[in-house]
């Protein structure tokens, strides 16, 4: 019908009409291998310009002090503020992107991280005098809402990696599965040596600021850091403006369908991912997914294993921070070097990070080296190798109080060379970005349940899930319970870094560099052997159902009781039992949720519903 008909200015059109169609994108996991690793490469410089933004103030530091005549060192908790904001932020709306998408975020926190460098910038101009405290006061405020706007950020980083390559780290001969190449988990290809690219520019990235920031004041008055830092923000809105988005508006909002007691079909939009993982449907306001998160958080430090992790993780980055500091203290004040050598010397943390790169990948230290036994009887045999998981993991953790032990005795002053130190800061360096990097792998391992989704999964019946459970289709693809354990780590993290600068003057002050470090390295050996134990694999736990195999019910007189259920062979295992440590053996781990789903208790005994 025409629209020039004089009695009609309208068409009604069918419901299923429309103008245009459009095709729907794939989700970044998806994506072809070259925008992967671009999208992966502005990931990793984006977390390395938050360290270079905390190392170029720490390297002025002493410049600073000098310059507003601060005796008292309060120029140093700008640094702590940063942290401490930072740590706010990230355990407590780390959410959020997952609602209104991660490049709002990413662009909003570094284009308000510009303009509050000014104020920094003009508080340092002051000189010696009475206005000491209008200039900390322009100094330190300004650091603390930084801080708070570089969370929003940081939160996206590591995020944007696991949207990209998943959180799947199994290796060629996993423990206790069987390889399934079509398993859902291996979407996104593996994140390889990405991680450990990552892990460089989270720990090692501090060190190379500290560089920049200690040249600078070697010529140029302290202002110039912050000059700095707005061109090097400018740079990365530009960068993050250009880049791809893994996380585009059709993949926050989507249609959950589902149905309600009187089951009955409903449809609504959902547009959060962390209150659908633990409520019916998602979330009203963006607040309920902030309370979710920190719900889902707080479930995953209380489990024993992973707490014990995400200390020994946040406990790692502390070090490295402490380390980074006192390496140039001693420099200074012992040896009475220039800044831009105590900047050099400082950089061989990163350079050690660097050289723990490639080993992050599963290669070298991994199974994959190892020839597999050819029956499955032969699998179960206690045995050790060279290249055993538990073996290399008590290697390199026990060497990393090894080596804070050997820069603790090689820090006297004088009468040791400056070589003594810097080569052990390096070394120790090295052994926490390889500790980092495995840390959040065994939290990968342990806690992803992309493959145990209903919806997901084409093995799951309806007699083997909950009944809220069974009424909805899952539509989140995140991964709620290793991104709420990484960030809970990340947050400790911040927070102990902000508490070892703060006393890393004055310990340093009153009990020496020695002493201040000996306390450190002695907290991380406790928190070393506490990590030793959650790994091990003391217990043997049944993780499929005697039904499963065979004939059904296994000859159990319960089975009788409940006819209707039948037992699911999920997740891949080469048998029914697995040997599992305290970190699997959590209430929120992968394989818990596999005993869940199979009607098996915790202690390894089969229990029926109903």
Same mark, same amino acid.
């Given at each position: ?30 994506w ?83 303009p509050?460098?000014f ?7 002051f ?5 000491l ?6 100094l ?6 930084l ?196 900047? $050099?010397? %400082?950089f061989?943390? *990163?350079?050690?990070? !660097?050289?723990?790169? =490639?080993?992050? @990948? /599963? ?36 060497? $990393?109080? %090894?080596?804070?032990? *050997?820069?603790?005795? !090689?820090?006297?002053? =004088?009468?040791? @060379? /400056? ?72 947050g400790?993290g ?15 002050r ?49 089975a ?51």
């Amino acid at each position: 019908m025409s629209l020039k008909h004089p009695r009609k200015n309208h068409i009604s059109l069918k419901d299923e009409f429309r103008f245009h169609r459009y095709r729907r994108s794939p989700v970044a996991r998806e994506w072809k291998i070259g925008r992967k690793r671009i999208t992966a490469t502005v990931a990793c410089f984006n977390t390395m310009l938050v360290g270079l933004i905390t190392g170029i103030y720490a390297g002025e530091v002493p410049k600073i002090q000098y310059r507003l005549g601060d005796e008292n060192h309060h120029v140093i908790l700008g640094n702590v503020l940063l942290y401490f904001g930072m740590g706010f932020t990230t355990l407590i709306f780390w959410p959020l992107p997952l609602l209104h998408g991660r490049r709002p975020y990413t662009l909003a926190a570094l284009a308000v991280a510009i303009p509050l460098q000014f104020p920094q910038s003009i508080a340092v101009a002051f000189t010696t005098g009475p206005h000491l405290t209008k200039a900390l006061v322009g100094l330190l405020l300004p650091r603390f809402f930084l801080g708070l706007v570089l969370g929003f950020a940081h939160i996206n980083f590591l995020s944007t990696l696991l949207d990209l390559f998943g959180a799947s780290l199994q290796s060629r001969n996993p423990h206790q599965e069987i390889v399934v190449y079509d398993d859902i988990r291996r979407q996104g290809g593996g994140m390889g040596i990405w991680l450990g690219l990552w892990s460089w520019c989270f720990v090692g990235s501090l060190s190379l600021g500290f560089l920049i920031g200690a040249s600078i004041i070697q010529h140029l008055a302290p202002s110039w850091g912050f000059y700095v830092v707005v061109m090097l923000l400018s740079f990365f809105v530009l960068v993050n403006v250009i880049a791809p988005e893994t996380r585009r508006a059709p993949y926050r909002r989507s249609i959950l369908r589902y149905t309600n007691e009187e089951e009955k079909l409903k449809k609504r939009v959902a547009r959060g991912e962390i209150k659908l993982h633990l409520d019916q449907d998602g979330p009203k306001y963006w607040w309920d997914e902030v309370w979710a998160g920190m719900r889902l958080m707080g479930y995953m430090l209380c489990q024993l294993g992973f707490l014990v992790l995400a200390i020994y993780l946040a406990w790692i980055y502390a070090l490295v921070v402490l380390i980074t500091l006192l390496l140039g203290a001693l420099l200074s004040r012992n040896y009475n070097w220039q800044p831009q050598w105590i900047g $050099l010397a %400082v950089f061989a943390v *990163a350079v050690g990070a !660097a050289l723990a790169v =490639p080993l992050t @990948k /599963a290669n070298v230290f991994s199974r994959d080296r190892v020839q597999p036994l050819r029956t499955d009887s032969g699998t179960f045999e206690p045995r050790v190798t060279w290249s055993s998981h538990l073996l290399r993991r008590c290697l390199f953790t026990f060497a $990393l109080p %090894v080596a804070g032990l *050997a820069y603790v005795l !090689a820090s006297p002053g =004088p009468s040791v @060379k /400056a070589a003594g130190p810097t080569v052990l800061a390096a070394i120790i360096g090295f052994l926490a970005c390889l500790a980092l990097a495995e840390c959040i792998g065994l939290a990968m391992e342990a806690f992803d349940t992309s493959d145990l989704q209903p919806g997901v999964n084409s093995k799951h019946r309806l007699q083997s899930t909950e009944s809220a459970t069974r009424r909805r289709r899952t539509n989140y693809s995140s991964y709620p319970r290793v991104c709420a354990g990484i960030f809970a780590a990340q947050g400790l993290g911040f927070f102990f870094a902000a508490a070892a600068t703060a006393v890393s003057g004055n310990i340093t002050r009153a009990l020496g560099a020695q002493a201040a470090t000996g306390v450190t390295v002695g907290i991380l050996l406790g928190l070393t052997m506490l990590l030793s134990i959650i790994m091990w694999r003391f217990r043997s736990v049944q993780v499929i159902p005697n039904g499963a195999f065979g004939s059904r019910g296994g000859g159990s007189l319960d089975a009788k009781a409940d006819q209707d259920w039948k037992p699911v062979v999920i997740g891949n295992p080469s048998g029914k039992m697995r040997r599992m440590n305290l970190l699997e053996l959590g209430s929120f781990s992968r394989w818990t949720e596999i005993r869940k789903l199979n009607n098996l208790g915790s202690d390894g005994r089969k229990r029926y519903v109903g």
